[in-house]
């Protein structure tokens, strides 16, 4: 029979784990604490050792450091209902196998357990990826769909692969780059992003490459392109799908050659950059639609990265919601608390912006939010004042200025995020000031 190690301080789920292995034929050894872990594993090896994360004093990173010290071909497998970038990161560096989230189904678990045993042979030898300590992210969730986004991160970092990245607007594509920048080798060197989709395909070609010396109408100088300053760096094309047709194969070629030419250059130069792409629009779509070279999308789909709309993982709300409050608390110097109706009023609504919406949600709800709770009726009427309407009647027109003055007086008068936070764009801030007579005031 196959011997495993399973440690789990929950009764419940340990029996159930237990009896479906059993089942399954495997020879199981269930204890309930890391200390009787550290103890089993003192005496004796096991070829497989599957753990909860969170157990007592001591965590499930320590019965993987264990395992691995006994027997370094031991597969770990570890499992919690509470995964965040940081316990993927070390279970990674520490060797662990694989790593779950909770809630599963039995079936995923030993579909897991198979892959782990067929690994146990010689000629698949341990890859365990050496990944230096890492500064606390920014990275919130533990669903399984953000857990599966951690371990492919953990994997592709430390490597000089290409990444693409796609995902809706403001499902966070950029703080993904960033995270694979800051935990590659590459971490020392410039991290530069670049919006394909706000600069003229006329001007990309200078922006990327660099430009001459008289090389097009005003330019009075030499200019470095991004490439070039990002040198041992990496290149962050955000949008890369809005990039022109014409300018495609120009990317393709430096993707092939890693070599840039300056627009008014003779002379191609070496460029060491690593580039990850991002689009929230779905690139096989547009190759099919011949709005998107095949050849180039090949290029950049060496290691996708899928990030789900906040819609389809709305347990992490709750995490993110409370995550931004304290943020925004410790900013404002607020004491504004979340309700248990005003939690579960955060996690119905359908998040059309995704994390940046309900980021800026909560920002506006640590200042507004009545009497410093943010209860239902306050989500209800933040997400109500924040959808296009005309305001009605004085008493309503006064209510509205004394919000913006509150946000304003919060921001320390900057009028860019009091218009991010209100919900309404900056030039329609101005215009209600004016309006009232207040942007002398406010500007002050």
Not at 401 to 426: F, H, P, W
Request: with cysteine; net charge negative; charged share 30%.
């Amino acid at each position: 029979m196959r011997k495993l190690l399973v440690v789990e301080d929950d009764g419940a789920v340990r029996t159930t784990i237990s009896t479906f292995l059993e089942l399954e034929g495997y020879a199981v050894e269930a204890v309930s604490s890391t200390s009787e872990a550290l103890r089993r594993l003192e005496k004796e090896s096991y070829p497989i050792v599957l753990s909860d994360i969170y157990l007592d004093e001591r965590t499930g990173l320590d019965v993987l450091a264990a395992a691995r010290a006994r027997d370094p071909e031991c597969r770990v497998i570890l499992m919690t209902a509470r995964g965040t970038m940081e316990t993927v990161m070390a279970a990674t560096r520490g060797g662990a196998f694989d790593y779950i989230a909770k809630p599963f189904e039995l079936d995923a678990l030993l579909a897991v357990l198979k892959r782990a045993e067929h690994s146990l042979t010689p000629e698949d030898a341990d890859d365990e990826t050496d990944i230096d300590d890492l500064p606390e992210s920014e990275m919130i969730g533990s669903s399984p769909q953000m857990v599966d986004v951690y371990k492919t991160l953990s994997r592709v970092s430390p490597t000089d692969a290409t990444v693409l990245i796609e995902g809706e607007t403001g499902t966070g594509k950029e703080l993904i780059a960033r995270m694979i920048h800051r935990n590659s080798p590459r971490a020392g060197h410039p991290f530069l992003p670049v919006d394909c989709a706000s600069i003229a395909p006329t001007l990309l070609e200078s922006e990327l490459f660099g430009a001459l010396r008289g090389a097009y109408t005003g330019a009075d100088r030499d200019r470095m392109g991004i490439f070039e300053a990002a040198n041992r760096g990496t290149v962050f094309l955000d949008e890369v799908g809005d990039i022109d047709l014409s300018f495609q194969l120009k990317l393709l070629r430096f993707l092939q050659e890693r070599e840039i030419r300056p627009v008014g250059s003779a002379r191609a130069r070496p460029v060491d950059v690593r580039v990850i792409a991002a689009t929230n629009r779905e690139l096989q779509k547009l190759v099919e639609q011949e709005k998107f070279r095949e050849d180039l999308w090949f290029r950049l789909n060496v290691v996708r990265i899928g990030l789900p709309p906040l819609r389809e993982r709305t347990g992490d709300v709750p995490l993110l919601a409370h995550y931004y409050l304290k943020k925004y608390n410790q900013r404002y110097g607020q004491n504004t608390r979340l309700t248990e109706d005003g939690q579960r009023a955060l996690q119905d609504c359908t998040w059309p912006g995704n994390v940046r919406q309900l980021q800026h949600m909560m920002e506006r709800l640590a200042i507004l939010a009545p009497s410093g709770r943010i209860d239902q009726q306050a989500v209800c009427a933040a997400i109500r004042d924040t959808e296009p309407h005309e305001t009605a009647g004085e008493t309503l027109a006064q209510a509205e200025m004394d919000q913006i003055r509150r946000v304003l007086a919060a921001t320390g008068g900057n009028k860019s995020r009091a218009a991010r936070i209100l919900g309404i764009e900056r030039k329609t801030l101005y215009r209600k000031l004016e309006r009232t007579g207040a942007v002398d005031d406010a500007s002050a």
